[in-house]
């Protein structure tokens, strides 16, 4: 077993079967829809960036912002990757332009972010008046954490890359902060162990970051189609308008 970078999306050959493990679906959908009529829209933690190209429309810039090299690498080739700005980094680099309609963060990639406030606090002031922020984060109460031990999680299948085994490995627990080993063993023998840092965070304290930042109204729904919120849905979906 060996640790390989800090970035849990760091290996070239994961991020090739990034998009196959993470089809496009009903969230696509939702993020898609909310982005008719806008003109400018940030996809934050872009990933892949098989939502932002989709995202591309006559008339609308399209900005794709995301901290790893190799998943941000591997959007910059991607067909139609051309037509999407696309930025490296995290909440650091978001121009404080007043001007984006919409902010989408796909993906539960929310849940990445250790700075939250900071972060939708410079998301905030990309936004111009009126601009909405749409997002989802798993919900603590659901407690998902609890599926993830060795023996739920493992796996094998054939990829392009040879045959993968995978689990995750729970590693710990403090308040909402859920830290996991991904591992992956391909067929050269050695155990590529990535290690992920989630934040669930529940919908109060999410409401709360939103209106310091500056978000007036925040929504929280439980689904795509505005399923109602309840205690332990196992999904929040977050819109906030500036
Ligand atoms: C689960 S992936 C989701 C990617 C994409 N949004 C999707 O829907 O497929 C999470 C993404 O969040 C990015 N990320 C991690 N920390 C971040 C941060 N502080 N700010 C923005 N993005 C971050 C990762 O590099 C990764 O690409």
Same mark, same amino acid.
């Given at each position: 077993?060996? #640790?390989?970078?800090?970035?849990?999306?760091?290996?070239?050959?994961?991020?090739?079967?990034? %998009?196959?493990?993470?089809?496009?679906?009903?969230?696509?959908?939702? #993020?898609?829809?909310?982005?008719?009529?806008?003109?400018?829209?940030? %996809?934050?933690?872009?990933?892949?960036?098989?939502?932002?190209?989709?995202?591309? /429309?006559?008339?609308?810039?399209?900005? $794709?912002?995301?901290?790893?090299?190799?998943?941000?690498?591997?959007?910059?080739?991607?067909?139609?990757?051309?037509?999407?700005?696309?930025?490296?980094?995290?909440?650091?680099?978001?121009?404080?332009?007043?001007? @984006?309609?919409?902010?989408?963060?796909?993906?539960?990639?929310?849940?990445?972010?250790?700075?939250?406030?900071?972060?939708?606090?410079?998301?905030? /002031? @990309?936004?111009?008046?009126?601009?909405?922020?749409?997002?989802?984060? +798993?919900?603590?109460?659901?407690?998902?954490?609890?599926?993830?031990?060795?023996?739920?999680?493992? $796996?094998?299948?054939?990829? /392009?890359?040879?045959?993968?085994?995978?689990?995750?490995?729970?590693?710990?627990?403090? $308040?909402?902060?859920?830290?996991?080993?991904?591992?992956?063993?391909?067929?050269?023998?050695?155990?590529?162990? #990535?290690?992920?840092?989630? #934040?669930?965070?529940?919908?109060?304290?999410?409401?709360?970051?939103? +209106?310091? @930042?500056?978000?007036?109204?925040?929504?929280?729904?439980?689904?795509?189609?505005?399923?109602?919120?309840?205690?332990? @849905?196992?999904?929040?979906?977050?819109?906030?308008?500036?």
């Amino acid at each position: 077993m060996r #640790y390989v970078t800090d970035d849990p999306y760091g290996d070239e050959q994961l991020v090739h079967l990034y %998009d196959l493990d993470n089809p496009p679906g009903d969230d696509h959908a939702y #993020y898609r829809s909310l982005a008719e009529g806008t003109t400018k829209v940030i %996809d934050f933690g872009c990933g892949t960036g098989l939502l932002t190209r989709s995202l591309v /429309a006559p008339g609308r810039a399209v900005i $794709g912002i995301d901290p790893s090299p190799t998943m941000l690498g591997y959007a910059r080739r991607q067909p139609g990757a051309e037509a999407v700005t696309w930025i490296d980094g995290d909440h650091h680099v978001v121009e404080p332009s007043g001007d @984006a309609d919409l902010v989408v963060s796909s993906g539960n990639t929310m849940m990445h972010v250790a700075e939250h406030q900071a972060s939708v606090t410079a998301l905030a /002031a @990309a936004l111009r008046p009126g601009g909405m922020f749409a997002f989802e984060s +798993r919900n603590p109460a659901a407690r998902a954490w609890e599926q993830w031990t060795s023996d739920a999680t493992y $796996g094998e299948r054939d990829t /392009a890359a040879g045959h993968l085994k995978e689990w995750l490995e729970l590693i710990e627990i403090a $308040g909402g902060r859920v830290v996991f080993d991904a591992h992956n063993v391909f067929p050269d023998g050695h155990d590529a162990v #990535y290690r992920n840092v989630l #934040y669930f965070r529940t919908a109060e304290e999410i409401t709360a970051d939103l +209106r310091q @930042a500056g978000f007036t109204g925040v929504t929280i729904e439980s689904g795509w189609h505005g399923e109602p919120p309840t205690a332990d @849905a196992p999904m929040l979906v977050v819109r906030a308008t500036k």
